[in-house]
């Protein structure tokens, strides 16, 4: 059993590139989302799914995009990258409201 | 909007010893669920204790063990017998009743332990 699966681990962007993080669960959960850990600043929510076909925003969306066709996979859309979207990224899941968190490995992502 | 607020950047604890991480919570709602997750430098994050609001009894997990305030919105974590292993980032979070979208984070603590 996999669980939440996360690629690439690592990737540098120059600035104004563009690119897919992609994030695939087996544990056929509806709920899945997106944080971004800064240092010091703890996890902020981006994007969240409650089902494929449904997403919404979370606290930090701008300079991101999502899309959620399927169960299984969440990919999270860097359009024209900035050196603010340096961060580590972490996708989570879960089967059901109150339940734990999921989460996948990160990726850590370096834009110069 | 909830916020979870936790107010020791850094703690450190001789190996064997017994240490209490701190994390306060602001909300109006009387249901929600509070959780502890550990973060090692592997980066991977990892569920330590959960806890339902609606429950009197702090949970406990092996050494692991919250003193939930209700009243104080305050959610601690004793760790006992501490280990070399227990050294992570430790995440303090808040979900709400809506519970889908609205998992909120503190800003972490960085604990040490010392052999």
């Known amino acids: 059993n996999a669980g939440v699966t996360q690629t690439p681990k690592f990737r540098i962007l120059k600035i104004g590139q563009s690119m897919t993080l992609q994030c695939t669960q087996d544990?056929?959960?509806?709920?899945m989302y997106w944080y971004r850990q800064d240092p010091g600043m703890g996890l902020k929510l981006i994007y969240y799914?409650?089902?494929?076909?449904?997403?919404d925003k979370g606290e930090v969306p701008n300079g991101y995009n999502v899309s959620r066709s399927t169960t299984e996979d969440f990919p999270l859309r860097l359009e024209l990258a900035a050196p603010s979207q340096t961060s580590v990224y972490f996708c989570?899941?879960?089967?059901?409201?109150?339940?734990?968190?999921?989460f996948g490995n990160g990726t850590r992502l370096t834009v110069t | 909007a909830q916020t979870v607020t936790q107010s020791q950047p850094e703690m450190s604890v001789q190996e064997a010893e017994t240490v209490t991480l701190s994390c306060t919570y602001d909300?109006?709602?009387?249901?929600?669920?509070l959780f502890w997750y550990k973060q090692p430098p592997s980066r991977q994050m990892i569920l330590v204790i959960r806890?339902?609001?609606?429950?009197?009894q702090n949970a406990t997990e092996n050494r692991f063990s919250v003193n939930f305030q209700k009243a104080a919105k305050s959610f601690s974590l004793k760790i006992s017998d501490s280990q070399l292993g227990d050294a992570a980032m430790y995440f303090c979070?808040?979900?709400?009743?809506?519970?889908?979208?609205?998992?909120?984070f503190g800003k972490g603590t960085k604990l040490t332990v010392n052999p």
């Open positions: 989570a899941s879960r089967g059901q409201t109150y339940s734990p968190l999921h």
């Open positions: 544990m056929n959960h509806n709920y």
């Open positions: 799914s409650v089902g494929a076909g449904i997403t």
């Open positions: 909300t109006s709602e009387s249901d929600y669920y």
């Open positions: 806890q339902e609001a609606y429950k009197q």
């Open positions: 979070a808040y979900d709400t009743q809506g519970g889908s979208e609205k998992l909120v």
